[in-house]
């Protein structure tokens, strides 16, 4: 009898795991459309607000990416923030991932590919579009001057 209550605790824990998953999920998805439809309004403070708070609901590389690239849209200090973004990112990638892509590695194959620190699987396609603005990054806050306007914005809330 103690088994079977036990069997049936579980079984009730992983169902309540199992809605909290989806929901998390469906409140991700929610945010990550409402933050794709606000950058194409040309609302970048907005898309990045709902790609934050679509990546604290359930985070995801892709998720990750947009959030780094309205920061880099937004310029200024906040093209420290994606160039951060960008590097955190991939710092799970090594020498041997480089090699694979240089040799003709397609996008789409199924390759195992590394981690990022968060533990999120990132694919090369993905990677090399990370190194590509992370450069552009680098290159536009080597372009903001300190102590501008611009250089002293604020980043968005991610609210």
Not at 123 to 131: C, E, F, M, S, V
Request: charged share 20%; no cysteine; hydrophobic share 45%.
């Amino acid at each position: 009898l103690d088994a079977a209550h036990t069997a049936a605790e579980a079984a009730g824990e992983d169902a309540t795991r199992a809605a909290a998953v989806h929901q998390a999920v469906a409140v991700a998805a929610a945010h990550y459309r409402a933050g794709m439809a606000a950058n194409a309004a040309a609302d970048t403070e907005a898309a990045a607000g709902h790609f934050g708070a679509s990546l604290v609901a359930w985070p995801a590389v892709a998720t990750l990416v947009s959030l780094a690239n309205m920061h880099l849209k937004l310029s200024g200090a906040n093209a420290a923030m994606a160039e951060a973004l960008y590097a955190s990112l991939l710092e799970g990638t090594s020498a041997t991932d480089e090699l694979g892509e240089a040799d003709g590695e397609s996008e789409d194959a199924p390759a195992p590919s590394p981690a990022s620190p968060r533990g999120l699987p990132i694919a090369p396609g993905q990677r090399r579009l990370i190194r590509r603005k992370l450069t552009e990054a680098v290159e536009q806050r080597a372009r903001t001057p300190t102590g501008s306007a611009a250089a002293d914005s604020t980043p968005p809330s991610a609210a």
